[in-house]
């Protein structure tokens, strides 16, 4: 059947199906012909008219939808990414309990407003920043602080957003709502990070616009030789560098959502690009590889006092306490068989420890405030000192009498030195430097199976070690946390805090780690390589493929209905090589933030030592 058509000489259904349809083509060529760049849309532009001007409507039409189909994936690949992105703000909840006129209501998150009081029930996300109004719990921030250790919560303490609560109903005045959250915060950190562009995105543009420039010089040279038009439009199409300009982005997006979806905020593509090159991780002992649970290290009696006596009355003030360091105390007993028995009174003030007698006898535990507050002299020589600086000394007295301490300490994380073995596979070397004693260190080194290690270093000292690396061309990432750490951070190639670390020591980071897990920066580090492998997958791919079609095009051994398909099919090739990177997204998304600590149940505070002893 014979389509009308009003004029011989051209096909006016073609002409019009290619203005509708090559129209957003047609567009972003002219933009980019103003901004003097040389894009595939340029490329893709002329090859549709000169195939056109000969007549090709149907070539043309089809290189058309073909294109329209490879933008149209392409977006929705990208647009699933960032959907990836954004799918972490769904961990907070979506309606919430409002104490508002003397009722309790339940609203969605969208109605809350600044100054609402809200209602946590334990177990229950925390929706907003604020200020506990009422109530007493402990509160999982390590999605948000990456702090692996229950942080207590009384009235005037602040919550964030994204925090689970524990143990106790919380009431919580809310002062920051949805993105100025702390959790908010974190996802435009990546999504700033998304929209940043790495040296290897900058290359991979200027690498597509040479194969621009190849494929109109080989389209000019096959027509001189050959002066075979459809050749010469056949070679125009089949060069294609659309897996590279857009393969590039998307794998960047890819490995900063995923990374996050790890627990790591990655604060640019040329960090995520880094951190692929690099062969040396030296890391800072404290706060980085110690566990984050509470155990009894130490029971040291004072002169004239049996252990066993000091366990027992330590064991039968904290018995009915929630305070971790009392379940550590409360669970060393039992493994040594004591008998616990419950205190007639219990008392316990905040921040310094706990009141509790038995048959008409006093027992006071706490810290060394405590202590003083309640006039019990407590020697030098008593206070026990374990050499790490998680260690928390819980003193006992009886009736005015310092019965001795006990010391309860982190133990050093078993992730760690499997996190470690990982980085050996790697081929990365690791170094540990500490400010600890030597002592302390080796021990450390020796259980996480580490062979460089170095003690007893200043801050200065610590920059000089990764100065030092740098200059021997080292491609280096610093993990610390504390304010010592943060210009050792600021000088390797790529510096990583942990969430728990200081504000100075995240500000100085490239990279912050949700929570004390050295696990999450060794699979980081394999996603920032794997990002770096698809990456140059697809240079290589690309230009492969456009030398070979190039050739066949210019032979007339592939024309421009094979060309269209050859330079679309390679193209989705290398787009969905890069979204293999994407992480998946669920229609309520469950981010593993918080790693393997909030799923322990309870661990001491982070400000344990100051609180309880």
Known sequence: MQIWEPFAAFSVIGVAGLLIGGWPIFKEAFENIVERRMTMELSMTIAIVAAAAIGEFLTALIITLFVLVAEVLEGMTVGRGRKAIRDLLEFLPREVSVRRTGSIRTISTEELSIGDAILVSPGGRIPVDGVVLSGHSFADESRITGESMPVEKLEGARVFAGSINQSGALEVRAERIGRDTSYGKIIEAVERAERSRAPVQRLADRLAGYLVYFALGSATLTYLITQDIRATIAVVIVAGACGIAAGTPLAILGGIGRSARLGAIIKGGVHLETLGKVD????????????????????????????????????????????????????????????????????????????????????????????????????????????????????????????????????VRPEARQAVAELEAMGIRAILLTGDNRTVAQAIGLQLGLKEIEAELLPEDKLERIQALVRDKRVVAMVGDGVNDAPALAEANVGVAMGSGTDVAQESADIVLLGNDLARFVETMKVARRTRRIIWQNFAGTIGIDVIGVVLAAMGLLGPLGAAFVHVASEMVFILNSARLLPQVSRRAEPSMAGSDASEGAAAPSTASQQHG
């Open 280 to 411: 040396t991780v030296v890391m800072d002992k404290t706060g980085t590889l110690t566990f984050g649970r509470p155990e009894v290290r130490a029971v040291t009696p004072a002169p004239g006092v049996e252990a066993d006596d000091l366990l027992d009355a330590a064991v039968t003030a904290e018995v009915r306490s929630e305070h971790p360091l009392g379940k550590a105390i409360l669970s060393h007993a039992q493994t040594k068989g004591r008998t616990v028995r419950e205190p007639e009174s219990f008392g316990y003030t905040p921040g310094r420890g706990i009141t509790a007698s038995m048959d008409g006898v006093t027992i006071l535990v706490g810290n060394k405030a405590w202590m003083a507050d309640n006039k019990i002299t407590v020697s030098v020589e008593t206070a026990t000192e374990i050499s790490s600086s998680a260690a928390s000394e819980v003193l006992v007295a009886r009736n005015g009498r310092l019965l001795g301490t006990i010391t309860v300490a982190d133990t």
